[in-house]
């Protein structure tokens, strides 16, 4: 956890406030900060405070503390750190108790999230419960994975989902829960791939963004990488957080370590030949780009059968679940060998049917998220919130 106590958080800056957005993963805070960059623009009297990170914090709301310094992943580690969850989670409650902003959003991060929109209504602070607060819900979680009974509850507790998978909206239909479809975030016009497809250019390894999950990733993408041994790599890292985990498995001269912040406000996007990736965001961003690569997964061995139980999908990897199939083979646990990503390098780099799937897929990707005529979500949380737009 940080090292800094965050408690208590902080008032608004100008006395009150019109949205609290609550983001507690890298991905979220870029989404959520796309919607506040577009949301200023059109309305600039507008105030919003957040539980995010830095790029919430740069689009313009005013940051009460860096929810995603603290993201952990998993049943062990977030018992380990329940304490300040815990304490945490209090604090929230306390702040929109005293502050009374306009709305909530939350934005994706469901374990913390639904729990605080399951409070407010018992607290009779939200429009469920009797009060004013509207509590709306940004980026559905994976009810199609798993605790498909959450939609039910999600009703109780929100006014409004909005979802970036067209099948979600489906997934709700048995329920009052009013849920729209907004643009996908990497098929808005004023997205920035953080990466593009080149023949000549190195390797990618992208081992996510959560601490844990690095420690146990990237060993394995840099024993892959080793062993295929035709080119350099490149590592791309969200935070000095990541980078100390990173240099601490103490990655071969050939691999360069690359700060990108999550607006990916860099000159140019990362070339890369080839992908080894874990199944969070970053593997998005490389699918739409037609990088070829494979996706790896290593958990802490408890939760690994925990989860085995739990989730009944057929991929971990977003585009494979789109897609229905393996753009991106999955290795998991035990099957991350150094041989395994090797040889999915070697394809990737000299297999030109292997390359030409990939860019097939990539573009039938594009045109499932690109449906015309949908809200941005900027314009739907405007809605919400009884903004003209």
């Given amino acids: 956890m940080n090292e800094s106590d965050p408690f208590p958080l902080p008032a608004p800056t100008g006395g009150r406030v019109d949205i609290l957005l609550i983001a507690g993963e890298h991905s979220g805070d870029e989404h959520a900060a796309r919607m506040v960059r577009e949301l200023r623009g059109k309305h600039p009297e507008a105030v919003i405070a957040a539980l995010g990170g830095?790029?919430?914090?740069?689009?313009?709301?005013?940051?009460?503390?860096?929810?995603?310094?603290?993201?952990?992943?998993?049943?062990?580690?977030?018992?380990?750190?329940?304490?300040?969850?815990?304490?945490?989670?209090?604090?929230?409650?306390?702040?929109?108790?005293?502050?009374?902003?306009?709305?909530?959003?939350?934005?994706?991060?469901?374990?913390?999230?639904?729990?605080?929109?399951?409070?407010?209504?018992?607290?009779?602070?939200?429009?469920?419960?009797?009060?004013?607060?509207?509590?709306?819900?940004?980026?559905?979680?994976?009810?199609?994975?798993?605790?498909?009974?959450?939609?039910?509850?999600?009703?109780r507790d929100l006014d409004a989902m909005a979802v970036i998978f067209p099948f979600e909206v489906e997934c709700y239909a048995d329920t009052d829960l009013p849920v729209q479809f907004v643009r996908h975030p990497f098929v808005e016009a004023d997205y920035r791939a953080p990466v593009k497809y080149d023949p000549s250019a190195p390797v990618l390894l992208l081992p996510g963004s959560r601490k844990q999950a690095v420690s146990r990733i990237f060993p394995d993408l840099i024993k892959g990488f080793q062993l295929f041994g035709e080119?350099?790599?490149?590592?791309?890292?969200?935070?000095?957080?990541?980078?100390?985990?990173?240099?601490?498995?103490?990655?071969?001269?050939?691999?360069?370590?690359?700060?990108?912040?999550?607006?990916?406000?860099?000159?140019?996007?990362?070339?890369?030949?080839?992908?080894?990736?874990?199944?969070?965001?970053?593997?998005?961003?490389?699918?739409?780009?037609?990088?070829?690569?494979?996706?790896?997964?290593?958990a802490n061995p408890i939760t690994y059968v925990m989860g085995r139980m739990l989730v009944k999908i057929d991929y971990l990897g977003i585009a494979n679940l789109l897609l229905n199939e393996p753009m991106y083979p999955e290795f998991i646990q035990k099957d991350a060998t150094a041989q395994a990503l090797a040889g999915q390098l070697r394809l990737a780099v000299h297999d030109a049917n292997r390359r030409q799937r990939t860019f097939e897929q990539a573009a039938r990707l594009r045109a499932m998220l690109s449906q015309p005529g949908t809200q941005s979500a900027a314009d739907w949380l405007s809605h919400q919130v009884g903004w003209k737009l």
């Fill in 54 to 155: 830095p790029e919430l914090a740069a689009a313009g709301a005013q940051l009460l503390f860096d929810l995603t310094a603290s993201s952990v992943v998993g049943i062990v580690e977030v018992l380990k750190n329940y304490p300040f969850f815990k304490r945490l989670f209090g604090e929230i409650l306390r702040w929109v108790e005293e502050h009374r902003p306009r709305a909530v959003c939350f934005v994706d991060y469901p374990g913390m999230n639904l729990r605080l929109a399951a409070a407010l209504r018992e607290r009779g602070l939200s429009t469920k419960g009797g009060g004013k607060i509207k509590t709306v819900f940004y980026i559905s979680p994976q009810i199609w994975a798993w605790k498909a009974g959450r939609r039910f509850t999600m009703a």
């Fill in 231 to 298: 080119r350099a790599g490149i590592v791309l890292y969200p935070s000095d957080d990541i980078l100390g985990v990173l240099q601490a498995a103490h990655p071969p001269t050939s691999v360069r370590l690359i700060p990108i912040d999550e607006s990916h406000a860099t000159v140019d996007p990362v070339a890369a030949s080839a992908v080894l990736t874990s199944s969070g965001t970053m593997s998005m961003h490389c699918a739409l780009a037609g990088i070829p690569g494979a996706i790896v997964y290593r």
